[in-house]
């Protein structure tokens, strides 16, 4: 019988788009966030396996969830998981969550509308943030913007993807609406280049969520954590500018992700920004030195 371990696809933590418990995050957070990207690597792993079925992807992720809540202990990163969310007294709310989305990549290849993909991204994305948020013990008051970004992140993600979705899983994210009104379908995906009804429907995806990425840009500025809220200000300005880039071009044929130089830059351009911003937003009363990241 297969264990996750045998659908593991090798990428780890470096190979995703968005930075994931960088050195900005203090030490003492990066162990437990990382056993939340390894549990959340290997459901994704195990949903995205080509040759897998999916009654066997299925049982792995429900070994996967009695694991994360004490109920087996037959899948290892699950059970790392566990304890260092036990060692900080951290619910297992936000994993469960994740394996809801997992299950629905196995189950579930289109989506509707809008609502129904910001409906995925509720167990697909939110929980990554509001699962990070809480790792740092920051308020619930900054799920919203959180929520926003991570919901745009990922639709960033699926837009790069869209034609290998396709391709390899039959999966499209691209909400099958916003494709009826362009008058194509989901095998407009297959092509090597994307048609112009195809590049105008995901700019129209872009477009909105660039809505998104609005609602979360203030984000860093509700993270009392000065290095959580300087890595989020990088992703927001990695986000930003990868978005800018799907509105006018072909992920089919052209590069839409960031190459290593220019993701570099970007984050530099945010980190100048950001202790700008930090140094100037409130002067010290006279008479006091107020304390700088």
């Known amino acids: 019988m297969t264990n996750a371990g045998e659908l593991r696809s090798g990428k780890g933590h470096r190979d995703e788009n968005f930075p994931v418990a960088s050195r900005l995050i203090h030490p003492r957070h990066r162990d437990v966030i990382l056993a939340f990207y390894r549990f959340a690597r290997t459901a994704d792993d195990?949903?995205?396996?080509?040759?897998?079925?999916?009654?066997?992807?299925?049982?792995?992720?429900?070994?996967?969830?009695?694991?994360?809540?004490?109920?087996?202990?037959?899948?290892?990163?699950?059970?790392?998981?566990?304890?260092?969310?036990?060692?900080?007294?951290?619910?297992?709310?936000?994993?469960?969550?994740?394996?809801?989305?997992?299950?629905?990549?196995?189950?579930?290849?289109?989506?509707?509308?809008?609502?129904?993909?910001?409906?995925?991204?509720?167990?697909?994305?939110?929980?990554?943030?509001?699962?990070?948020?809480?790792?740092?013990?920051?308020?619930r008051g900054a799920w919203p913007a959180s929520d926003a970004l991570c919901s745009a992140l990922q639709v960033i993600n699926h837009l790069q993807d869209c034609g290998k979705d396709y391709r390899n899983l039959d999966r499209v994210y691209i909400p099958v609406d916003t494709l009826a009104a362009?008058?194509?379908?989901?095998?407009?995906?297959?092509?090597?280049?994307?048609?112009?009804?195809?590049?105008?429907?995901?700019?129209?995806?872009?477009?909105r969520n660039a809505i998104l990425l609005g609602r979360a840009k203030p984000f860093a500025g509700q993270i009392r954590d000065w290095r959580l809220a300087l890595e989020v200000g990088v992703i927001q300005r990695l986000a930003e500018d990868l978005n800018r880039r799907l509105l006018g071009r072909d992920p089919l044929s052209e590069r839409v992700h960031h190459r290593k130089s220019e993701a570099v830059g970007l984050a530099l351009f945010a980190a100048v920004q950001f202790f700008g911003q930090r140094l100037w937003r409130k002067p010290a009363r006279p008479g006091i030195v107020e304390e700088r990241p």
């Open 182 to 207: 362009s008058g194509i379908g989901p095998e407009a995906l297959g092509e090597a280049r994307a048609s112009p009804a195809l590049r105008g429907t995901i700019a129209d995806v872009a477009k």
């Open 46 to 139: 195990i949903a995205d396996h080509a040759t897998a079925g999916a009654d066997e992807k299925l049982r792995l992720l429900e070994e996967m969830r009695c694991t994360v809540l004490g109920e087996a202990d037959a899948e290892p990163t699950a059970a790392t998981l566990r304890a260092v969310m036990a060692a900080r007294n951290l619910s297992p709310q936000h994993a469960v969550d994740l394996l809801i989305a997992f299950s629905r990549d196995v189950t579930k290849l289109r989506y509707r509308d809008w609502d129904d993909l910001m409906d995925y991204c509720r167990y697909s994305a939110m929980p990554v943030g509001r699962f990070v948020l809480d790792v740092h013990g920051e308020t």
